[in-house]
């Protein structure tokens, strides 16, 4: 949901022992937005009333907090949509996770939303207790309104506006998250255009719609690859030529971590994973927000500590099999270093040997061979000290007649040369 920017933080990033995506709601949403993987949770819970109990609450809180005793604490709401708690649920959560919290201990709460119930009150409750929302737009309102709507199949986009208003208003702390589907991979220019210059966002996230039906079979609602790859691509030129330093782009900072040979903060391209825990509003601890069901369900955090969980075989297994199922192919590629055969859940399908592979391999390869020079340029400066946004200073004072460092073998003045 967060990242810290490797352009901005100059290489230097965070590293968690575990974290958690706590559903306060669990699957409970106002909107009904068709490519939700998590709305058809609400069935594992028959009959609940998806709300987080104070039992629930406190023991999460008292662990988290105890668990990061030498450090700041993260703490990260999502849902369903986790406004539906209402804002008395987050001041009762704020106020005993400041009570729990050791001295000097900060305590950051991060809330992702889809935006349409943050109204006055909201705003000045989130910007008195500083935390960073994400919210969930995916574009110019013909867009957004595709795919994002409500129950009644009505559309979203003046309310989630109405909600990112709200949090600029009262100047809350915010990055963008967008959904790619079928519908907006086509316009990259015109959604990262809109994101950046319309909604203000200085932080983005793109993440890839893959949806399966029955038999693994990829649902109209999904990118392809080679959609995905065209679409990443596109944007990292418009940013590399103009942002870099100003916008941040989570996969972008994330390849540019892999490029600097850093741990990569974006468990899908990290070699292991399963320290991305998700919990349900009753207390159960599932291996990842990607995997809830009963097969990857932990424990439940009444009987259990998270932290026990998270080392149980099971779920080191979890997180291993991400470098140990890799396949051939994988092993073998180039890309290694970046990709790392990308996340388990989209493994879909099946190479000439057999093994699974990221149903948006030929996406990422395509997308991370053609970023390859600039994030070799950007790395080379990072390394000698300089800052990223340097980038645009340095290649205007550079011969244009000489060949662009990025590694084209074209011109400097035809390729990355700032205008
Ligand atoms: S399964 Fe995917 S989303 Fe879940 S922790 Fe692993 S890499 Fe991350
Ligand atoms: S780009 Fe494809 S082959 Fe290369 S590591 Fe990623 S998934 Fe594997």
Redesign the pocket.
Known sequence: MTYSPVTETHGLVGNRSFQVLAKPTGALCNLDCDYCFYLEKRTIYPGSDFRMSETVLESFLTEIIESHSDGDVSIAWQGGEPTLMGLSFFAHAVARAEKLARPGQRIEHLLQTNGTLLDERWGAFLKQHDFLVGISIDGPEFIHNSHRKDKRGGPSFSKTMRGLEILRKHDVRYNVLCAVSSTNVDYPTEVYRFLRDECEARYLQFVPIVVTGPGRTISHVSVTAESWGSFLSEIFDIWFRHDVGNIFVQIFESALAAWLGLANPMCIFAETCGRNLALEHTGDLYSCDHFVDQEHRLGNILSETMASMVETPRQLEFGESKRTLL?T??RY?P??FA????CPRNRLTLTATGER??YL?AG??SF?LAADGPMRMLAQLIRAGRVADELYTLLSKMDPTIMCPCGSGIALAQCHRPH
């Open positions: 396949a192919e994988c590629c890309m290694l990709c790392q055969g990308e592979i990221s391999c990422y390869k991370f």
